[in-house]
């Protein structure tokens, strides 16, 4: 007798395995039955008092701006500097080594250097989170331009694409699962950064904050505010990088 594996549709799947790690965490905060664990219960009862006392939407909306603003002069510069350097094989030899030393560079390091260089100010932290993030960008996108294909880019030329129309239905295709990766990985990476920025030399947004929930040992206070970071970045994901995702692949079948 032939066992068939029943077909579970993928949004089942990913229900039955947040349910799964919320049953995980349950049972380690009962058996640790400590502060330093706090039930999922308490973590969301601290979470709706903090939004109920504005606190956590103030501090949220600070650190938003901060990533908005220094996450898309990052890309921008990332993305023109990319396709540059991927373009002309002598500048990206000129400064590849350039790429190497800033991507070895710790954050923590630009952060500290930013701060003394320039004062506790939001220009620095802006600075240091664009330099932590802008070699990422371009490598990423360096290579995509050198992937690519040579024959489309002949067949724009003999048929007298215009730059615009060479970049918009032969470039950009093809570009396109490049931006998306330094994008999501950008989003990823860059708020980690922003938190340490905002830790160690500014006085509002979710790193300040969670730097005096650490003091004060505030694990559940901690867990609320990381949520909710968690929840807006899911949010960006679902509502502006998959539609967008989805309408620039649409040529594909």
Not at 98 to 112: K, M, R, S
Not at 119 to 147: C, D, F, H, M, W
Not at 191 to 220: C, N, P, T
Request: hydrophobic fraction near 55%.
């Amino acid at each position: 007798m032939t066992f068939i594996m029943p077909i579970v549709p993928n949004k089942i799947l990913a229900i039955l395995s947040f349910s799964l790690l919320i049953v995980i965490w349950q049972g380690l905060a009962i058996f640790i039955n400590d502060n330093t664990l706090p039930t999922p219960a308490l973590v969301i009862q601290v979470f709706w008092q903090e939004i109920e006392s504005g606190q956590l939407p103030h501090h949220l909306a600070i650190t938003l701006r901060r990533l908005l603003i220094s996450f898309s002069i990052a890309m921008l510069l990332g993305c023109a500097i990319g396709i540059l350097l991927g373009r002309h094989k002598k500048l990206d030899a000129f400064f590849d080594n350039w790429l190497v030393i800033f991507l070895n560079i710790p954050a923590l390091v630009t952060i500290i250097l930013c701060y003394v260089w320039f004062g506790l100010i939001e220009s620095a932290a802006i600075l240091a989170v664009i330099i932590n993030k802008l070699p990422n960008v371009i490598v990423t996108i360096r290579e995509g331009s050198k992937a690519l294909d040579k024959d489309l880019l002949d067949m724009a030329r003999c048929y007298n694409f215009s730059k615009q129309k060479t970049f918009t239905h032969v470039i950009w295709p093809q570009l396109h699962p490049f931006v998306m990766a330094a994008t999501r990985s950008g989003l990823a990476l860059i708020w980690k950064i922003i938190l340490v920025v905002e830790l160690l030399g500014r006085s509002d947004g979710m790193g300040y904050q969670l730097h005096l929930f650490f003091q004060l040992f505030d694990v559940a206070s901690i867990l609320a505010y990381t949520i909710a970071f968690i929840a807006v970045i899911q949010a960006i994901e679902l509502l502006i990088l998959k539609p967008l995702d989805k309408r620039a692949l649409r040529w594909r079948r």
